[in-house]
């Protein structure tokens, strides 16, 4: 665990440039799409829902990420399947 | 649209003081002194007028853009040519008048004016922001050059322009990243240009990748793009940034060239490096 004087002050063993482009990520896609981090967290946790139904998910590597393409802006999500769940 | 092969290329950023006029003040020079192009350079960051010096042409000044808006000067009077070089003109901006003084359809007859000139490179250098004179810079253009810092409100502020350049319909645009700092970089310190490519994500496209350089200060000093001098990194990206606008496939430098003496000498007798 970080200690909150770390926490507060930014500083870990992670590079700043990592830092950077984390935060960056998030703060581009409530830009993008007006997604609030809590809002995209929750959307993670119900695609989780929906497809735990089907298929086994690998819940670490699961991504949503807000990205612009030509023409506009799209919500993509990256679902790593472990296995089909046997109906 | 005329019926021209011209290009009409607008220099944009968002964030202020990322490069965009030494930006458009090189890729003109190179353009034009290097690969032989017409080129005509617009300077729309109305009311704070800085091209002129980024080419050393500020003497020169008679006319400007918002004295042809207003008919007190005809499009080929304002236009300065450089005395070196004939094959390249700046249209000045205004400097007491403010962004409201030019509309859209305005700079996009100037566009076309230029285009009937021959004219085969049109460079339009925006002001910063995302208002009035963004909408005046980009109105006339059919590509988009996004100009960022790798830091973040740079970035951000990129992202949000080329947002902006979508709903204008200039997809895809290209992106230089200006101002990297190699050894920064190497040591995680600073954003990759990878790492700002994919933060923006797959529709720009890379056009080059300048070095934090104290040629640009001297050279703007001397109101002498860094282009025009050999023997600096980045007169010669900007020289390849260039060649890449007009479709040859040129490798991207290898900026990581200051590096110390003894890094030199080991990768001399083959250390890694
Ligand atoms: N690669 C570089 N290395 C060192 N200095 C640089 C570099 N690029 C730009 N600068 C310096 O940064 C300053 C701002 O550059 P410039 O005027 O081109 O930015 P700009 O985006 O046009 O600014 P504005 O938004 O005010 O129009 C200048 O003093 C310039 O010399
Ligand atoms: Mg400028």
Not at chain 2, 58 to 63: A, D, K, Q, S
């Given at each position: 665990m970080r200690s909150l004087f770390d926490r507060l002050f930014g500083r870990s063993d992670k590079s700043t440039k990592d830092v950077a482009k984390n935060r960056l990520r998030f703060v581009l896609m409530h830009d993008r799409a007006d997604i609030s981090a809590p809002m995209m967290d929750q959307i993670r946790q119900e695609i989780l829902a929906v497809l735990s139904k089907y298929v086994d998910i690998d819940e670490q590597a699961l991504d949503v990420s807000v990205e612009r393409v030509d023409g506009g802006v799209v919500l993509a999500a990256s679902i790593p399947i472990l296995r089909v769940n046997a109906k | 649209m005329a019926d021209s092969n011209s290009r009409v290329i607008v220099i944009t950023s968002g964030k202020g003081g990322v490069g965009k006029t030494t930006t458009t003040a090189n890729i003109g020079v190179a353009l034009?002194?290097?690969?032989g192009e017409k080129v005509a350079l617009i300077d729309a960051d109305i009311g704070l007028r800085n091209l002129d010096l980024a080419l050393g042409l500020?003497?020169?000044?008679?006319?400007d853009i918002v004295d042809v808006v207003e008919g007190r000067a005809k499009l080929r009077q304002a236009l300065i040519k450089s005395k070196s070089n004939q094959n390249l003109a700046l249209l000045p901006a205004a400097q007491t008048r403010d962004k409201s003084a030019v509309s859209p359809s305005q700079m996009i007859q100037i566009i076309q004016e230029l285009q009937e000139e021959g004219y085969t490179y049109i460079l339009i250098d925006c002001p910063a922001g995302i208002e009035q004179g963004f909408r005046n810079a980009t109105a006339g253009a059919t590509e988009a050059i996004v100009v960022t810092n790798p830091e973040m409100s740079s970035v951000r502020d990129a992202d949000r322009i080329i947002g902006l350049l979508e709903a204008q319909e200039l997809h895809s645009p290209y992106l230089i990243v200006n101002r990297l700092r190699p050894k920064m970089v190497k040591q995680q310190e600073m954003l990759a240009v990878e790492d700002v490519q994919d933060v923006l994500g797959s529709n720009v496209r890379l056009l080059g990748v300048i070095p934090e350089d104290e040629v640009i200060i001297t050279s703007t000093n001397r109101g002498e793009p860094a282009a025009l001098l050999e023997g600096n990194l980045a007169g010669q990206a900007y020289r390849n940034i260039a060649r890449r606008l007009k479709g040859e496939t040129v490798p991207f430098l290898n900026l990581d060239e200051k590096t110390g003496f003894f890094d030199r000498i080991k990768s001399i007798f083959g250390g890694k490096r």
């Open positions: - | 034009s002194h290097h690969l500020e003497n020169r000044i008679v006319y």
